[in-house]
């Protein structure tokens, strides 16, 4: 089974995108406090130190190394290993100068507290000084001034602050309250559009298999939608007058066609001629046919008998047995029961127009009932020469033959495969010609299938 990683409806498709679309700009805004964060704490701290450098110690009658924080030393500070800082010391460079001090050396570098002999021996001497967690464990950074005037060195020490989980915590509690606010809301309005919408498409589909005008919508949502419904309400209306006068008229033209082709028959019956009497009653009954035709293609679109679950097997055999009782070159072969809502009276007429095609063209109609899927596929095959793969999709057209002759053996208007095809589509199902090859890739005839869907 394939996961659907997008939404398909549209209000999920634009809650994602603004869903995305926050995510971005969330990410966005989290590097640039971020940075800014970092910005204004490496500020903060190269400030202490300038304090610290700056500010004359007041020992008040103790020793000057008890101070954690600032160690005076003749000794230079920087340890082996250790790297210069070139940029902290050119920010921390310029906040003496502006201060009026004047730096004759100064060293900034990044150490281990650990690896620090004065803060670890301070430690040592004064253990209440490990209840100050920043002095224990981590980094920090250390600042070494030497004046112009003075042979020592003052070191400062200002221990490193992680302030990144603190600011992750604030930024997601931030995104939080936005995507409940703003997605919240969002989805709020687009369903208070899209639930319309999703009816009328409903609506659509109904109105497309019924053409029933019961269950029409009452304009609902925004004014836009309300109009959408409304247009639609009264389209669905006229299409249904359309298709009622499309009936009516139909029916008109089918009495009254029938009734002076029904008295022609009457009248050739005082023809001497067999030949000609015979000929005469050919002609009728290809009109009459096609007639019929005409008008079950008008009318297939709306059916007046409700969807049954019927037998498709059963219902293939017993039209194979018509043509049987008439000694036509017609074989049942291998079937399965399959049981699917249908109309039977119509299907019955589309297989009897497949079977009729291939019997015209094809000499013999071998037909098969498989499961295929979650589909059941009829194939009616035949042994005739088939059809040039350029004009398949034409014979699926109304009025198109597939020879020009109008002769006894191969009459008729050219609407059986048409009638097939808009009764399968009734169904929800399809109607598909394959050419039939031998050895050799010789065509040795045609195959209809007509596939319906098993619910």
Do not use: C
């Not at 398909?8 to 940075?35: D, K």
């Not at 950074?141 to 990144?164: C, F, H, N, Q, Y």
């Not at 035709?293 to 008008?298: R, T």
């Not at 808009?422 to 598909?432: F, L």
């Amino acid at each position: 089974m394939r996961l659907r990683l997008l939404p398909r409806s549209l209000l999920g498709q634009m809650l994602l995108s603004v869903a995305l679309a926050l995510l971005v700009a969330q990410a966005i805004s989290a590097v640039l406090q971020y940075r800014a964060a970092e910005q204004r704490r490496e500020f903060g701290a190269l400030s202490g130190l300038a304090f610290q450098l700056v500010a004359e110690p007041r020992f008040e009658g103790q020793p000057r190394w008890r101070r954690l924080r600032v160690e005076r030393t003749t000794q230079n500070p920087l340890q082996p290993g250790e790297m210069r800082e070139e940029r902290r010391e050119e920010v921390l460079r310029n906040i003496l100068i502006n201060q009026g001090i004047v730096p004759a050396q100064l060293i900034v570098i990044t150490r281990p507290i650990s690896e620090d002999a004065y803060v670890m021996g301070r430690l040592q001497e004064r253990p209440d000084l490990r209840s100050r967690g920043e002095w224990t464990t981590g980094s920090m950074i250390v600042a070494a001034l030497k004046r112009e005037d003075s042979g020592e060195w003052t070191v400062a020490r200002v221990p490193m602050t992680e302030g990144g989980p603190q600011q992750i915590g604030a930024l997601l509690t931030q995104t939080l309250l936005l995507y409940i606010v703003l997605v919240g809301g969002l989805a709020l309005l687009l369903r208070r559009i899209t639930r319309p919408i999703a009816a009328l498409t409903r609506r659509v589909e109904f109105f497309a298999d019924t053409r029933e005008l019961d269950g029409q919508l009452e304009p609902s949502g925004p004014d836009d939608t309300r109009r959408l419904i409304a247009a639609h309400n009264a389209m669905e209306a006229r299409i249904s007058a359309l298709l009622d006068e499309k009936d009516v008229m139909l029916g008109a033209i089918g009495h009254d066609l029938k009734t002076p082709l029904a008295a022609l028959r009457v009248r050739i019956e005082s023809v001497e001629d067999a030949g000609e009497r015979a000929k005469m009653a050919a002609s009728i009954d290809d009109i009459t046919r096609s007639l019929d035709d005409i008008l079950s293609l008008a009318r297939v679109g709306r059916p007046s008998d409700p969807m049954e679950r019927t037998d498709l097997a059963a219902l293939l055999s017993s039209v194979v047995e018509e043509y049987e009782d008439m000694e036509e070159p017609v074989e049942l072969a291998d079937t399965q029961r399959l049981a699917i809502p249908l109309r039977a009276t119509w299907l019955r007429r589309a297989l009897r127009n497949l079977i009729s095609n291939a019997l015209r063209y094809g000499e013999r109609a071998r037909v098969s009932l498989v499961r295929e899927g979650n589909a059941a596929l009829v194939r009616i095959e035949d042994d005739g020469p088939g059809i040039p793969p350029q004009d398949i999709a034409r014979m699926m057209e109304a009025f198109t033959r597939g020879d020009s002759s109008r002769n006894r053996e191969t009459g008729g208007a050219g609407l059986g495969l048409t009638l097939a095809r808009a009764i399968a589509e009734q169904h929800g199902g399809t109607v598909r010609l394959v050419n039939r090859h031998g050895p050799g890739g010789k065509v040795v005839g045609l195959v209809a299938e007509l596939r319906l869907p098993l619910d």
